[in-house]
Protein backbone atom coordinates (compact mmCIF):
# COMPACT_ATOMS: atom_id res chain seq x y z
CA UNK A 1 0.00 0.00 0.00
CA UNK A 2 1.31 3.65 -0.83
CA UNK A 3 2.15 5.88 2.08
CA UNK A 4 0.31 8.49 -0.86
CA UNK A 5 -3.13 8.70 -1.04
CA UNK A 6 -4.38 7.68 -4.19
CA UNK A 7 -5.35 11.47 -6.61
CA UNK A 8 -9.06 10.79 -6.90
CA UNK A 9 -10.21 12.12 -10.46
CA UNK A 10 -13.91 13.17 -10.60
CA UNK A 11 -16.28 14.93 -13.30
CA UNK A 12 -19.43 16.14 -13.25
CA UNK A 13 -22.33 19.10 -14.81
CA UNK A 14 -24.08 21.99 -14.58
CA UNK A 15 -27.13 21.82 -16.30
CA UNK A 16 -28.84 24.98 -17.49
CA UNK A 17 -32.51 25.29 -18.93
CA UNK A 18 -34.80 28.16 -19.53
CA UNK A 19 -32.88 30.12 -16.62
CA UNK A 20 -32.76 27.21 -14.50
CA UNK A 21 -30.23 25.00 -12.86
CA UNK A 22 -30.68 21.17 -11.93
CA UNK A 23 -29.75 20.20 -9.18
CA UNK A 24 -29.65 17.13 -6.43
CA UNK A 25 -29.89 16.27 -2.89
CA UNK A 26 -27.65 13.94 -1.51
CA UNK A 27 -29.28 12.24 1.33
CA UNK A 28 -25.75 11.02 2.94
CA UNK A 29 -24.88 14.06 3.44
CA UNK A 30 -28.20 15.92 4.08
CA UNK A 31 -26.68 18.64 1.28
CA UNK A 32 -27.85 19.73 -2.23
CA UNK A 33 -25.03 19.84 -5.03
CA UNK A 34 -24.93 19.71 -8.70
CA UNK A 35 -24.21 16.23 -9.89
CA UNK A 36 -20.43 14.56 -10.25
CA UNK A 37 -18.80 11.41 -9.25
CA UNK A 38 -15.61 9.64 -9.92
CA UNK A 39 -13.76 8.21 -13.41
CA UNK A 40 -14.28 4.55 -13.82
CA UNK A 41 -10.83 2.80 -14.97
CA UNK A 42 -10.04 4.24 -18.31
CA UNK A 43 -13.13 6.69 -18.75
CA UNK A 44 -12.17 10.04 -19.73
CA UNK A 45 -13.63 12.91 -18.00
CA UNK A 46 -16.04 13.77 -20.69
CA UNK A 47 -17.55 10.46 -20.53
CA UNK A 48 -17.78 10.36 -16.81
CA UNK A 49 -19.29 13.63 -16.64
CA UNK A 50 -22.06 12.99 -18.84
CA UNK A 51 -22.26 9.30 -17.41
CA UNK A 52 -22.66 10.76 -13.69
CA UNK A 53 -25.04 13.15 -15.18
CA UNK A 54 -27.21 10.89 -16.20
CA UNK A 55 -26.81 8.64 -13.09
CA UNK A 56 -27.43 10.71 -10.69
CA UNK A 57 -30.44 13.06 -12.84
CA UNK A 58 -32.21 10.37 -15.39
CA UNK A 59 -31.33 13.07 -18.11
CA UNK A 60 -28.78 12.99 -21.00
CA UNK A 61 -27.11 15.73 -21.99
CA UNK A 62 -24.47 17.06 -24.05
CA UNK A 63 -21.67 18.77 -23.09
CA UNK A 64 -20.97 22.55 -23.68
CA UNK A 65 -17.94 24.70 -22.43
CA UNK A 66 -15.49 23.16 -19.72
CA UNK A 67 -15.97 25.65 -16.36
CA UNK A 68 -13.15 26.11 -13.92
CA UNK A 69 -12.10 22.72 -12.12
CA UNK A 70 -12.01 22.35 -8.61
CA UNK A 71 -9.19 20.77 -6.81
CA UNK A 72 -9.56 19.25 -2.92
CA UNK A 73 -9.24 16.97 -0.40
CA UNK A 74 -12.11 15.01 0.26
CA UNK A 75 -13.61 13.36 3.07
CA UNK A 76 -11.04 10.10 3.34
CA UNK A 77 -8.48 12.89 3.47
CA UNK A 78 -7.69 12.31 -0.62
CA UNK A 79 -6.73 14.60 -2.96
CA UNK A 80 -9.42 15.15 -5.76
CA UNK A 81 -9.45 17.43 -9.19
CA UNK A 82 -13.18 17.31 -10.39
CA UNK A 83 -13.15 18.50 -13.85
CA UNK A 84 -16.86 20.25 -14.84
CA UNK A 85 -19.09 21.18 -18.10
CA UNK A 86 -21.99 22.71 -19.07
CA UNK A 87 -24.70 20.90 -20.34
CA UNK A 88 -27.72 20.81 -21.95
CA UNK A 89 -30.35 18.66 -21.65
CA UNK A 90 -31.35 16.05 -24.57
CA UNK A 91 -33.41 13.51 -23.17
CA UNK A 92 -34.98 13.57 -19.54
CA UNK A 93 -35.58 9.89 -18.65
CA UNK A 94 -37.06 10.94 -15.05
CA UNK A 95 -34.76 10.49 -11.93
CA UNK A 96 -35.34 7.09 -9.96
CA UNK A 97 -34.05 8.17 -6.20
CA UNK A 98 -31.63 5.78 -4.53
CA UNK A 99 -29.28 6.00 -1.31
CA UNK A 100 -26.87 8.37 -3.09
CA UNK A 101 -29.19 10.88 -4.55
CA UNK A 102 -33.18 10.52 -3.57
CA UNK A 103 -34.36 13.99 -4.97
CA UNK A 104 -33.64 16.27 -7.93
CA UNK A 105 -35.10 19.96 -8.55
CA UNK A 106 -35.16 22.61 -11.60
CA UNK A 107 -34.70 25.88 -9.96
CA UNK A 108 -34.40 29.73 -10.87
CA UNK A 109 -30.70 30.21 -10.93
CA UNK A 110 -31.37 33.34 -8.63
CA UNK A 111 -32.34 30.48 -6.00
CA UNK A 112 -29.15 28.67 -6.34
CA UNK A 113 -26.73 31.27 -3.87
CA UNK A 114 -29.38 29.86 -1.33
CA UNK A 115 -29.68 26.43 -2.12
CA UNK A 116 -26.85 25.12 -2.78
CA UNK A 117 -24.74 24.04 0.21
CA UNK A 118 -20.86 24.49 -1.01
CA UNK A 119 -19.55 28.20 -2.41
CA UNK A 120 -17.54 26.23 -5.14
CA UNK A 121 -21.01 24.65 -6.73
CA UNK A 122 -22.64 28.45 -6.73
CA UNK A 123 -19.50 29.42 -8.11
CA UNK A 124 -19.41 26.54 -10.83
CA UNK A 125 -23.34 28.20 -11.57
CA UNK A 126 -22.55 31.63 -11.98
CA UNK A 127 -19.94 30.66 -14.52
CA UNK A 128 -21.99 28.48 -16.98
CA UNK A 129 -24.56 30.71 -16.53
CA UNK A 130 -21.74 33.79 -17.90
CA UNK A 131 -20.48 31.17 -20.27
CA UNK A 132 -24.08 30.50 -21.75
CA UNK A 133 -24.32 34.59 -22.00
CA UNK A 134 -21.03 34.79 -24.68
CA UNK A 135 -22.29 31.82 -26.52
Known amino acids: MSA ?3 HVQAAGGVILAAGKVCVIHRPDYEDWSLPKGKLDEG ?14 TGLRCTLG ?10 RKGRPKTVRWWAMAVVDDEGLTPSDEVDERRWIPVAE ?7 EHDRALVRE ?3 SADRA
Open 4 to 6: FPR
Open 43 to 56: ESHEDAALREVHEE
Open 65 to 74: AELSPQQYVD
Open 112 to 118: AEALLDY
Open 128 to 130: ALA
